[in-house]
């Protein structure tokens, strides 16, 4: 929900006494959201009571005014000047000029996101061949070599090897987990 705060920062805040609702607000709580008809006044009052300020001023078909509320994609129109409820109802798509630059940043993100993770991915899977090469030349010549050093050495090194190759696991996974949380959070926005 940062994205609510970051429009209104006194989000939840704006009501805190009695709230009014419209019979006709009540119906479109029953039409939009499944609500039962005696239980749509608390529905839409504490809906209400989480909402966040879009508009101080809007206007509806008649010219009639009112001021915009917003919480999890239902609207609230509200009395201008009084704590009463007009109308609700969900908006699930927003309109194509504010639709369109999102979409795009989001793309961006997710591209972005993308590109990175290939990257990363192949940085890792190289550098994870090259240690496993090395530890198979190690283990070849701790197995050819008659010299206790030798032996203690490559030992040692196959080692400091199996401990690389764990970190970069784990790096890998990070990575991806990486891409995974913003693909997460996308979903906020579709």
Same mark, same amino acid.
């Given at each position: 929900?940062?994205?609510?705060?970051?429009?209104?920062?006194?989000?939840?805040?704006?009501?805190?006494?009695?709230?009014?609702?419209?019979?006709?607000?009540?119906?479109?709580?029953?039409?939009?959201?499944?609500?039962?008809?005696?239980?749509?006044?608390?529905?839409?009052?504490?809906?209400?009571?989480?909402?966040?300020?879009?508009?101080?001023?809007?206007?509806?078909?008649?010219?009639?005014?009112?001021?915009?509320?917003?919480?999890?994609?239902?609207?609230?129109?509200?009395?201008?000047?009084?704590?009463?409820?007009?109308?609700?109802?969900?908006?699930?798509?927003?309109?194509?000029?504010?639709?369109?630059?999102?979409?795009?940043?989001?793309? *961006?993100?997710?591209?972005?996101?993308? &590109?990175?993770?290939?990257?990363? $991915?192949? @940085? +890792? #899977?190289?550098?994870?061949? /090259? !240690?496993?090469?090395?530890?198979?030349?190690?283990?070849?010549? *701790?197995?050819?070599?008659?010299?206790? &050093?030798?032996?203690?050495?490559? $030992?040692? @090194? +196959? #080692?400091?090897?199996?401990? /690389? !190759?764990?970190?970069?696991?784990?790096?890998?996974?990070?990575?991806?987990?990486?891409?995974?949380?913003?693909?997460?959070?996308?979903?906020?926005?579709?």
């Amino acid at each position: 929900m940062t994205v609510m705060y970051a429009i209104d920062p006194k989000a939840g805040t704006h009501f805190v006494g009695k709230i009014f609702v419209r019979p006709h607000a009540c119906d479109r709580a029953v039409e939009h959201f499944g609500i039962e008809r005696s239980k749509a006044p608390m529905y839409v009052m504490d809906m209400l009571r989480k909402a966040s300020l879009v508009s101080e001023h809007v206007v509806d078909e008649e010219g009639n005014p009112g001021r915009m509320f917003s919480y999890r994609r239902t609207v609230f129109i509200v009395h201008p000047t009084e704590d009463t409820v007009i109308t609700l109802y969900p908006q699930h798509k927003a309109h194509e000029s504010v639709r369109n630059p999102i979409e795009r940043i989001i793309l *961006r993100a997710m591209k972005a996101a993308e &590109r990175k993770e290939k990257r990363e $991915v192949k @940085r +890792i #899977n190289v550098r994870m061949a /090259e !240690l496993t090469v090395e530890r198979a030349q190690a283990e070849l010549r *701790r197995v050819k070599s008659e010299s206790g &050093r030798i032996v203690a050495e490559m $030992v040692a @090194r +196959i #080692n400091e090897i199996d401990s /690389e !190759l764990k970190a970069l696991e784990r790096e890998l996974l990070q990575v991806q987990r990486e891409k995974t949380n913003v693909m997460k959070s996308v979903v906020a926005y579709v």
